[in-house]
């Protein structure tokens, strides 16, 4: 029954962030706002809705470190498993604003969680990222923003275009109302849900709640990235699912993380300095990837790599 409700909980959130995102963008519309203004704001942070609740309600509840941990899981499933498997059904094609811009930021999120969070083991104290390195963090997030503004509409591609439109699907004003509330409702809900029996089978396993959530919670909120990204990829537009990927990852450090800590200081817990290390790892691998062996291009052996590395990460957790 537990691993039920919490499967429950995962739908709701799952449903809630579709719902919002379509309502949001409807309404969007309405008022005159582009399509691209709409993909790089509504469409790009509904994707990682389902993070942001779970974190947010784990950082209200003083479970910070199953914030983190939430973060942290989902961006090395985002990274290693998920490109790995868009890769092995269509080899991502990389696109030059996506080495300019995209990659770069997506490490420079990593590092800079790996430094905040490290910096205080460095000095010998608990680990702990502070509401300034929050509020840093929100920082670079509008940096990202802006330059992302500038670059993208100066080289917008096609396949960007594409996938930054929102629903053509007309709806009355008052029914796209009800899609937001009840996407806000469905996300809240199922967040609460979700996290509250996630936690539950945790202690029923013996295991940490960081663990779970670097492992369980964070596959589970991934689930709109890997569903874009695998439909992508069957659709051929696997540079799609590389921006879709890296943008959540940026999204997940500089927004969701910057926020939870200006809400309140988040101890790292049970999430201990190699973790943050790997994610830097995994972020710099998905760089170097970029500029090596077929230039430009992320292969299916490349991706069965990444996938192998992920499933390497969560047995090591398993047996620590």
């Known amino acids: 029954m537990t ?36 993909g790089l704001t509504i469409v790009a942070i509904g994707t990682s809705a389902p993070e942001f609740v779970v974190s947010l309600i784990s950082t209200f509840n003083g479970s910070t470190d199953v914030a983190i941990g939430n973060i942290l899981g989902s961006n090395l499933f985002n990274a290693l498993m998920i490109l790995g498997v868009t890769a092995l059904i269509q080899p991502i094609r990389i696109e030059r604003n996506t080495l300019s811009r995209d990659i770069p930021f997506g490490l420079l999120a990593a590092v800079v969680l790996a430094i905040c969070g490290l910096d205080a083991w460095l000095n010998g104290d608990a680990g702990v990222i502070t509401r ?38 007309k709806h009355p004003i008052w029914l796209e109302i009800i899609m937001i509330i009840g996407g806000l409702a469905g996300l809240i809900y199922g967040g609460e849900l979700f996290l509250k029996y996630a936690v539950i089978f945790a202690r029923d396993m013996g295991m940490p709640e960081a663990v779970i959530a670097v492992t369980l919670m964070a596959g589970g909120t991934s689930m709109p990235e890997l569903i874009t990204c695998v439909i992508a990829a069957v659709k051929k537009k696997g540079q799609l699912a590389l921006g879709n990927v890296i943008g959540s990852n940026i999204s997940n450090v500089f927004l969701i993380l910057g926020t939870c800590a200006t809400v309140s200081p988040l101890q790292l817990g049970n999430i201990l300095p190699i973790d943050l290390v790997i994610l830097s790892a995994a ?34 957790l398993l047996m620590r």
């Open 132 to 169: 300034s390195e929050g509020l840093l963090m929100l920082c670079f997030l509008v940096v990202f923003m802006v330059y992302s503004f500038i670059t993208a509409k100066r080289d917008e591609t096609p396949d960007e275009a594409q996938a930054i439109e929102t629903p053509t699907k």
């Open 3 to 38: 691993i039920v409700l919490m499967l429950v909980g995962l739908a709701l959130l799952l449903v809630g962030a579709n719902y919002l995102t379509e309502g949001s963008s409807a309404i969007a519309k309405r008022f005159g706002i582009s399509e691209f203004v709409i």
């Open 283 to 316: 972020s710099l691998l998905v760089a170097i990837t970029a500029f090596t062996f077929r230039r430009n291009e992320l292969d299916r052996a490349e991706g069965a790599i990444f996938m192998i590395l992920y499933i390497a990460y969560v047995v090591y």
